[in-house]
C-alpha cells in the first residue's frame, strides 16, 4: 500500500481532520485511537525538536497502541531548551563503530567551549592523518585524498575552527598527535594541517598551539618517519606560518610549509607524491557561446549598495572595525556602521577608527530606539548566541525596516529556524545564515569579519569589483574562494556564505537568480556540499534556460563514500540521507546538465580560469587597469601582534602570569599547585619569594598566619574593624579601616625586631651589651614585652611556633640570641618577654638565612622591603574579616563611644 502523505506547516499542528486522513486505509474500529496517538505523537515530535521519527511496525490492541520498532533522531543544538525534559541524553556515535576515548575527549572539549572541535576516526591504521581548520575546509581536504585514490589510508575527519584559543589547539593537536603515533607505519605517515584563508581565527596562536603539540611528540613523530605538510592563511598567518617552520626546523621534523599563494589542496598532491595534471584547455561549446550572448535582466535585486547602512546586534569591536576599515578601504563616503544593539548595558558610544580619525558609535539597549533613531540602517547583523539568535532575529522582522539580515550564530535548533525562515519570507526579508561569516560585495559593503582582514581584503583585491559572484555554504571557505577567484580572474563581483545548517534562510538558487540577472555578474561559481537537494534545482535552471551564464560548481564531500559508518561533517547540514543528497550525485547532475564540474577541488581554481579566459577572448569581460586601494593604518595593538613595533611596558611583573593555558604562579601551574597540595604556604613562598621553599619553612609560613590571624576585638584594628562595619560599610571598607591602624604600634614591630635583633647579632653585640646599648638609646627593644602574658602566664602562641622552629630549622642562632636576651628582660619585670612579634621576626630571619634558598643578599633584602609585615597584615585580614562578619551577624547599631570613657577637658588647658 501507498504510504498516505500529510503536509504540517512549522508552526501548526496535526489537525483531527490530518489524522483522521492519516488512518484511513486502517480498520474502522482503530481509527479512534489511532488518531489520538498521531496527535499525542506530533505533539511529541515538536516539544521535544525531534528532525527524525519513524515508526514501523505498530500495533493496536483495543485502546493500547504498541510501538514494536522505532527510529528517531534529536536536534541536538536543542538541549539548552529541552535539557528539563530529556534529561541525561547521551548522543552516541553513528551506527555501526564505537566511539574511540580520543574522540570522547574532543566532543568533551568541543561542549566546553565556544570554538568548534571535531574528531573521527576513520581507520586507526592509516598512513594519512588531517589536522583542518574549518568546518568546509576540513571536508575538501578529506575529498581530495580520496579523489586522489588515497582515500583506504585516511585516518580520520576533523576540524578545528571558530577561533579556538592556543591551549585548545594544543589540546586538540595532542589528542591527534597521540592517537597517530600509537603505532608505525613500515611506509612512514603523513600529516597535513591544513586549511583555508581564516576570515578571523589568528593563525599565529593556534599554530602555537600545534607547535607545542608538536614539541611534546617530537621523538615519535621522528620514530615514525612523520612528513608534515602545512598551509594557511588569515589573520597573522605570516607569523604562523614563520613560527611552524622555525620550530619544525628546531625539532628536526620533515615538514613544507605553504601560505595563501599555495592552492588550498596543493599540499595533498604533494604529501600523496603526485603532480597535479593540467586539464587541458578546450574552446567553449557552440551552446555556451550562444547562451553568453543572450540579453541579460537588469533588474537584479541588489542587497548592498555604496551607501548600506547596517545595525550590529552584538558587543564586537572587531567586526565592527573592520567593517569600517573595508569602508575605507572602498572608498566609501560614510560609515557601513550606523549603530549597534547591546542589551546587557545601557545606552553608551563606542570609540572606533575611521581611517586615522576617531569616531563615536552609539550603543544601545533596546533595538526599537536604534531603528528608530537610524531609519537609514536597512541590513542587521546578528551576533547573538544560538540561545538568543532567534529572539533578536524576530524582533527585528518586527519592524518591517530591515530588508537584510545576517545570522552568524551556529547551533540555532533547527524548528526555530524554520519558524525564522518561515516569517522572513512574510516579512519580504533576505536572511544570510544562521551559521555563516556572512558576505562581501566589493566596493560596497561587507558583514562582519567577512573577508578577513585588511590585508587579505587587499590581496584579494576586494576593494573594487569583479565580475565573478560566488555562493557557498562554507564561510571559511568563502575566503577561500575570493583568494582562488583573485588569483584567476578579475576579482569578486559579490560573495555569499548561506550559512552550513540544514535549513539556511536563503538557497544557493536565491542568490544564483540574483547574480544572473545582474548585467555586472560574468561568471558564477558555486560551492555546495554533500546533504539536502538544493544543488538539483540549479540543474533544473540551467536545464530550463532560466540560468545561462556560466556556472563553475563543486560539491565537497566527495569522500563520503569511503566511511564505512556515518561521519557527521563540519557543517549540521553535511550528511546525506539519500544516494541523492551525495555529493558525487550531484556532481555529476551538475555535470551533465553542462555545468562547469572539475575533476575535484585541487582543479577549480584551473577550471575557473579557464572559463573566465573563455569569457575574456569572447570580449564578454573587458579586463580593466587595476588601482591602488587606499592604505589603511594598523591598529597599534594588531602591528604589537605581528611585531611590527614595540613601546616599553607600563608594569613588570615576574610572579603570576595568566596569559596562557593555565594560571602560573612563579613558574608552577595552578594545576601543579593542587596535585603536589603545596597548601597557602607553598602559594606564599612562590608568589611572595618566588621559589619553592621547603616543606617545613612552608608549615611555618602558615603557622604565622594562624597565630596573627585575631587577637581579640580590643586591639586597635579589630576595633576600627568593628566601628566601620556598625556604621553600615562595607566588608572592603572595614577591613581597610582595620588595616590602616597597623603600624609601628601595632602590628608593624615584626621588621623592627627583624631589623634591632639581626643588627645586633651580626655586629657582634653580646644580649646583655644589646639590651644595655637600647637601654642607653632609649629605646624599645620591639618584639619584648606583652600587657598580660608573663613568664607565669606564657604566650602558647610564642611556644608553638618556638617549639617548631627549634625542631624543624636548620639552625636558629637569631632565635636563640632573643631567647636570651628575654632571659635578661624577664629579670627585671616579667612580662618582658619574647612576644609574637619577637619570635616570628627571629624566625623568620633564621629561615631567610640558614634555609639555604636564599642568597644573604636575597635574605636582607626582603628583611629590608617589608615582608615580615606582610605576614602581621595577611593574618590579621582573616580576624577583621571575621570580626566583620560577626557584627553583620549579630545585627550591631551603628556604634557611639560612651561621654563616661572620654575626658574632656577645659579649653585652656595647656600641657
Partial sequence: AKAVREEVDIGDTLTQEQALRLVGGAPLPAHSVLVDFLLLLYKAYADLYFTYLEINPLVVQGRSVHVLDLAARLDSTAEFLCKLHWGDIEFPPPFGRDAYPEEAYIADLDAKSGASLKLTVINPHG???????????????????????????????????????????????????????????????????????????????????????????????????????????????????????????????????????????????????????????????????????????????????????????????????????????????????????????????????????????????????????????????????LRSAYEATMEAMSFDKFKVIAIIAEGIPENKTKLLNKRAREKGVTIIGPATVGGIKPGCFKIGNTGGMVDNLVSAKLYRPGSVAYVSRSGGMSNELNNIISRTTNGVYEG?????????????????????????????????????????????????????????????????????????????????????????????????????????????????????????????????????????????????????????????????DERGEELLYAGMAISNVFKEDIGIGGVLSLLWFQRRLPTYACKFLEMCLMVTADHGPAVSGAHNTIVTARAGKDLVSSVTAGLLTIGDRFGGALNGAAQQFSEAYESGMIPMEFVNHMRRQHKLILGIGHKVKSLNNPDMRVVLLKDFAKANFPATPLLDYAIEVERITTSKKPNLILNVDGVIATCFVDLLKHSGAFSREEAQEYIEIGSLNGLFVLGRTLGFIGHFLDQKRLKQGLYRHPWDDITYLPHDFNM
Fill in 127 to 385: 598512513r594519512v592523518w588531517t589536522m583542518v581548520a574549518g568546518g568546509g575546509a576540513s571536508v575538501i581536504y578529506s575529498d581530495t585524498i580520496c579523489d586522489l585514490g588515497w582515500g583506504h589510508e585516511l585516518a580520520n575527519y576533523g576540524e578545528y575552527s571558530g577561533a579556538p584559543s592556543e591551549s585548545q589547539t594544543f589540546e586538540y593537536a595532542k589528542t591527534i598527535l597521540g592517537f597517530m603515533t600509537k603505532e608505525p607505519h613500515p611506509e612512514g605517515k603523513l600529516l597535513i594541517i591544513g586549511g583555508g584563508i581564516a576570515n578571523f581565527t589568528n593563525v599565529a596562536a593556534t599554530f602555537k598551539g600545534i607547535v607545542r603539540a608538536l614539541t611534546e611528540y617530537k621523538h615519535p613523530l621522528l620514530e615514525q618517519n612523520v612528513s608534515i605538510f602545512v598551509r594557511r592563511g588569515g589573520p597573522n598567518y605570516q607569523e604562523g606560518l614563520r613560527v611552524m617552520r622555525d620550530e619544525g626546523a628546531k625539532l628536526g621534523l620533515k615538514m613544507a610549509v605553504f601560505g595563501p599563494e599555495t592552492h588550498m589542496t596543493s599540499i595533498v598532491s604533494m604529501a600523496l607524491g603526485l603532480r597535479p595534471v593540467p586539464k587541458e584547455k578546450s574552446d567553449p561549446s557552440p551552446a555556451a557561446s550562444s547562451l553568453l550572448t543572450r540579453n541579460v535582466s537588469s533588474s537584479a535585486s541588489l542587497l548592498f549598495t555604496p551607501n548600506t547602512k547596517a545595525i550590529i546586534w552584538g558587543m564586537q569591536p572587531r567586526a565592527v572595525q573592520g567593517m569600517l576599515d573595508f569602508d575605507q578601504l572602498c572608498s566609501r563616503k560614510e560609515p557601513s556602521v550606523s549603530a549597534m544593539v547591546y542589551p546587557f548595558s545601557g545606552n553608551h558610544k563606542q570609540r572606533f577608527y575611521w581611517g586615522l580619525k576617531e569616531i563615536l558609535l552609539p550603543v544601545y539597549k533596546d533595538m526599537a530606539e536604534a531603528v528608530e533613531k537610524h531609519p537609514e540602517a536597512d541590513v542587521l547583523v546578528n551576533f547573538a548566541s
Fill in 496 to 656: 555569499v556564505a548561506i550559512g552550513g545548517d540544514r535549513y539556511p534562510g536563503t538557497t544557493f538558487m536565491d542568490h544564483i537568480l540574483r547574480y544572473h540577472d545582474d548585467p555586472a555578474v560574468k561568471l558564477i561559481v558555486m560551492l555546495g556540499e554533500i546533504g539536502g537537494v538544493e544543488e538539483y534545482k540549479v540543474c533544473e535552471a540551467v536545464r530550463s534556460g532560466r540560468v545561462f551564464k556560466p556556472v563553475v560548481a563543486w560539491c565537497i564531500g566527495t569522500c563520503a563514500k569511503v566511511f564505512a559508518a556515518e561521519v557527521q561533517f563540519g557543517h549540521a547540514g553535511a550528511y546525506a540521507s539519500s544516494e541523492q543528497e551525495t555529493a558525487l550525485a550531484k556532481n555529476q547532475a551538475l555535470r551533465e546538465v553542462g555545468v562547469h564540474v572539475p575533476d575535484s577541488f585541487d582543479t577549480l581554481g584551473t577550471m575557473i580560469r579557464e572559463v573566465y579566459e573563455q569569457l575574456v577572448g569572447g570580449g564578454f569581460v573587458v579586463p580593466q587597469p587595476e588601482r591602488d586601494p587606499p592604505t589603511i593604518p594598523m591598529d597599534y595593538s594588531w602591528a604589537q601582534e605581528l611585531g611590527l613595533v614595540r613601546k616599553p611596558t607600563a608594569f613588570m611583573s615576574s610572579i603570576c
